[in-house]
């Protein structure tokens, strides 16, 4: 299986700085015959289910605030919020769908400082 | 819009069947994959398996053994069966949709609001 781990597992960000999630596959979720990362991010708030942000590694959602920005290649990939709202305030999670089983990582939050 | 909507039993004894379905409404079942997902309280995300709208279906192998899904398209459901459940299946379940235009292998776009199943006797 491949294995995802997010870093940090928490972070608190002042409002209107800058928030930024790693997260790291165990082996390259890039599909070399379309050159695509099979990479998506989730957020989820509490008592809610996942909403999907970001897929393909950097592919913005439709209705998804243009603060949120996903970035990398191969095995490292990077979730930024450019200027964290309120609204933010949630677990964010990294999944990979290139290999079955599709794998989650374990999860970030981010809060307010 | 299409909304998804989980139902079942919210409690389930150990060693039994979990039964859910995930009804679909405002489109059509045709053309995507449908996935489910659950999340035991206060943990991460666990994929279970998707089915194609004509029945295909690929699974989790570590639940593979204990687990079927099925999809009904003239009533705009799908569902899913876990056998012989223990405290360890106890989570919210989360049916999804799955864009078309992947072929399979994909993330989830839309999300039911999940139901929580505990195992317990």
């Known amino acids: 299986d491949i294995v995802m781990t997010q870093s940090p597992d928490s972070l608190a960000v002042p409002l209107g700085e800058r928030a930024t999630i790693d997260c790291k596959s165990s082996?390259?979720?890039?599909?070399?015959?379309?050159?695509?990362?099979?990479l998506a991010w989730y957020q989820q708030k509490p008592g809610q289910p996942p909403k999907l942000l970001i897929s393909?590694?950097?592919t913005r959602e439709s209705g998804v605030p243009d603060r949120f920005s996903g970035s990398g290649s191969g095995t490292d990939f990077t979730l930024t919020i450019s200027s964290l709202q309120a609204e933010d305030v949630a677990v964010y999670y990294c999944?990979?769908?290139?290999?079955?089983?599709?794998?989650f990582g374990q999860g970030t939050t981010v809060e307010i400082k | 819009q299409m909304q998804l909507q989980e139902s079942g039993p919210g409690l389930v004894k150990p060693s039994e069947t979990l039964s859910l379905t995930c009804s679909v409404s405002?489109?059509?079942?045709?053309?995507?994959?449908w996935g489910w997902i659950r999340q035991p309280p206060g943990k991460g995300l666990e994929w279970i398996g998707y089915?194609?709208?004509?029945?295909?279906?690929k699974y989790n192998p570590s639940l593979e053994s204990r687990v079927s899904l099925s999809i009904d398209t003239s009533k705009s459901q799908f569902s899913l069966k876990v056998q012989s459940v223990t405290a360890a299946d106890t989570a919210v379940y989360y049916c999804?949709?799955?864009?078309?235009?992947?072929?399979?292998?994909?993330?989830?776009?839309?999300w039911g609001r999940g139901t929580l199943v505990t195992v317990s006797s």
């Open positions: 405002g489109g059509s079942l045709s053309s995507h994959y």
């Open positions: 089915i194609f709208y004509n029945g295909d279906t």
């Open positions: 999804a949709r799955i864009p078309p235009y992947c072929g399979g292998d994909c993330y989830f776009d839309l």
């Open positions: 999944q990979q769908y290139d290999n079955i089983p599709w794998t």
């Open positions: 082996q390259s979720v890039l599909f070399s015959s379309n050159n695509k990362n099979y």
């Open positions: 393909w590694a950097s």
